[in-house]
């Protein structure tokens, strides 16, 4: 099995690309095969190296790794060229003899994107002759088999009037010299298939198996876009998520038969992966799984691990002791900073976390955890939850009427990780000074 991803570089890796990249990759890998990366560069104004290193970028850290490539079609021009002349020879193909001033009439008399057939284009540009009968069926692995009537194909544009070939040109002699077995896209692609098979006939090649993935909807069924939050890998990762949750939820996504939220390892994901079995019907991509999903990955990090991703995302060092108190309740990288940062940087700024607790009764419950707290010569957890339970005894109080004002004092929110753990992780000195400035600016 040889297969390919092929990006064009005129924008980020979004996540249907990651998705198309991904099911690749586990054909690949599943089967023993080979992927092939191959950056679609033809459109030169859109195109740029910075696209590019984005893409790599993105594909490195899903860890999709391919075995040939990157090859950029722009470099495989000389060869396009070769197989226009070709096919210009035997008469597969011809060039366009309509001129400027024809497109203009015709499009003015017929609307400007009305597809008939043989619809003028710019002088000399190469079109492929569409047999005047019959139909070209694209078999489709995950969609069957969609015939496309050939009174109803325009001769397609392969290349310009310069002789640089266009997309469905390249994509099919691209395909076709690496000897791709197995086309798998976006369904965005169905409609180009039939040129693409036609390419195909003319060239005297044996087309590969096709199977297109349905299209990308948010939880509100319309198409994915960045209205649903990340909508590109680089937004993911931002995001906070890791690479093994979005591959195990991409994988799924879409993947009929089987519950969105099931954890399955890399490992077995190219095991079982089988493209015949992706749902036609449209994929919902639902951030809130994947949070969730993630959650799940991020537990089964040890705390080494953790750690290690967290000092990077956050770019700050020495969090071992916080991220050991704050993992069961981050979902993502994303939600560790807001949530335990004032460890580091202090308490925060939530006026009303303060108004409802720094009252004088929290004033109050204050200046006891101070003293509680100050007299403890061991500075663990279980004498500092002694000292408090102790205040809330002493006070005849709930609990959270000494918790909830320490915890304000300590954080500046009303959200921490576990108050008696948190005094731990802070330390005896700091915590004490954090009480008494918050008792001072009680009401
Ligand atoms: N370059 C095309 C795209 O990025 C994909 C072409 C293909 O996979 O055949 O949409």
Redesign the pocket.
């Known amino acids: 099995m040889r297969v390919?991803?092929?990006?064009?570089p005129?924008g980020a890796l979004h996540i249907g690309?990651a998705r198309?990249a991904l099911y690749n990759w586990l054909m690949a890998r599943g089967s023993g095969g080979t992927m092939v990366l191959r950056i679609?560069d033809t459109d030169r104004e859109r195109s740029t190296p910075e696209n590019v290193d984005q893409i790599l970028d993105a594909l490195a850290w899903l860890q999709i790794d391919y075995d040939e490539g990157p090859i950029s079609q722009v470099q495989r021009s000389a060869r396009h060229e070769e197989v226009l002349q070709q096919l210009l020879a035997d008469g597969h193909a011809y060039r366009s003899t309509a001129t400027g001033e024809d497109v203009k009439a015709y499009k003015a008399q017929h609307g400007a994107d009305k597809g008939f057939r043989g619809t003028p284009e710019a002088e000399g540009a190469v079109r492929l002759r569409v047999p005047d009968d019959g139909a070209t069926v694209v078999h489709d692995l995950v969609r069957g088999d969609t015939t496309f009537q050939h009174v109803h194909l325009d001769d397609p544009v392969i290349a310009r009037a310069d002789g640089t070939a266009l997309?469905n040109f390249a994509?099919a002699v691209d395909?076709a010299d690496a000897q791709i077995t197995h086309?798998?896209?976006?369904e965005?692609?169905l409609s180009?298939t039939p040129k693409?098979l036609l390419v195909y006939v003319a060239m005297g090649v044996e087309p590969p198996l096709f199977a297109h993935l349905p299209l990308l909807h948010g939880p509100d069924g319309k198409k994915l876009s960045k209205r649903h939050g990340a909508a590109s890998v680089q937004e993911l990762r931002d995001a906070g998520y890791l690479p093994a949750a979005v591959r195990n939820y991409l994988a799924l996504l879409g993947w009929g038969d089987t519950d969105d939220e099931t954890l399955i390892s890399t490992e077995e994901l190219v095991r079982r992966f089988d493209v015949t079995r992706v749902a036609k019907n449209p994929a919902r991509f639902d951030e809130q799984k994947l949070r969730w999903m993630n959650g799940r990955y991020l537990r089964e990090l040890s705390l080494d691990e953790l750690t290690a991703a967290l000092e990077e995302y956050t770019g700050r060092a020495g969090l071992r002791d916080a991220v050991q108190i704050s993992r069961e309740k981050i979902q993502t990288l994303a939600d560790f900073w807001p949530l335990s940062g004032f460890i580091f940087d202090g308490p925060g700024e939530d006026e009303k976390a303060k108004a409802k607790w720094l009252t004088d009764a929290g004033r109050g419950a204050l200046v006891d955890a101070h003293d509680a707290l100050a007299g403890l010569d061991t500075w663990e957890l279980e004498p500092i939850e002694a000292a408090l339970q102790g205040v809330v005894a002493a006070r005849e109080v709930k609990p959270k009427d000494v918790f909830q004002p320490v915890r304000v004092a300590l954080a500046g929110t009303a959200v921490s990780p576990g108050i008696f753990e948190t005094l731990q992780v802070i330390g005896q000195e700091e915590s004490l000074a954090r009480i008494q400035a918050a008792a001072a600016t009680a009401a």
Do not use: I, L
């Open positions: 390919r991803f092929a990006p064009s005129t690309g198309a679609e997309y994509v395909d086309v798998v896209r976006g965005d692609h180009n693409q």
